[in-house]
């Protein structure tokens, strides 16, 4: 029969709060301690908490806008090289490049180039879809969608040493703080 090992491999240390005040002061304190990888979880979106956390703005507004620029270029570019070079029809006198003409598929294309972007942007930069987290198994983070209040600081944060995470965690008020591990 054989037996297999499993290594655990430790993703950090989770720190559970009852109240948004509680999390937010908490949030704070782990930012002053200069923390850059954790992230807090909440039942219901709590104001300024990405303010507490130290994030800056989001990078996803500039690429949608990168999207359609370039969604605009690229459609009226289209349009000017098909109308214009490849297959020019002199129809009443009127000109093979008309920009009014060009305008409603120019702004779909836009449209269209910008809200994928949005979207999938949105998917890659939250790092989704996540088929199972770590953070799933444990019978205590299920509460983080009812009445409870989480910070996870990560394993890979440069600052992170287990047993002095620990204890500044316990120090924030959290009403308990576990080390999370996955096979």
Not at 97 to 119: D, H, N, Q, W, Y
Request: charged residues 20%; aromatic residues 14%; hydrophobic residues 45%.
């Amino acid at each position: 029969m054989d037996i297999k090992h499993t290594k655990k491999r430790e993703i950090g240390v989770l720190a559970e709060y009852d109240s948004p005040q509680s999390i937010f002061h908490a949030c704070e304190l782990v930012r002053d301690e200069g923390f850059k990888r954790f992230d807090s979880y909440t039942p219901f979106p709590v104001h300024n908490l990405d303010k507490a956390m130290g994030l800056g703005p989001s990078f996803l507004p500039w690429l949608v806008l990168i999207a359609g620029i370039t969604g605009a270029s690229l459609a009226m570019l289209f349009m000017i090289w098909c109308s214009a070079y490849d297959y020019p029809l002199n129809i009443g006198g009127k000109p093979t490049f008309s920009i009014p003409a060009f305008i409603p598929i120019t702004f779909e294309v836009t449209i269209l180039f910008s809200g994928l972007t949005a979207v999938f942007g949105m998917f890659f930069l939250n790092r989704m879809p996540t088929w199972n987290h770590p953070l799933f198994d444990i019978p205590a983070f299920q509460k983080a969608t009812d009445d409870k209040f989480f910070i996870l600081v990560l394993a890979h944060d440069k600052k992170y040493q287990r047993e002095k995470v620990l204890e500044f965690l316990k120090n924030t008020h959290a009403t308990s703080t576990m080390v999370v591990d996955h096979e």
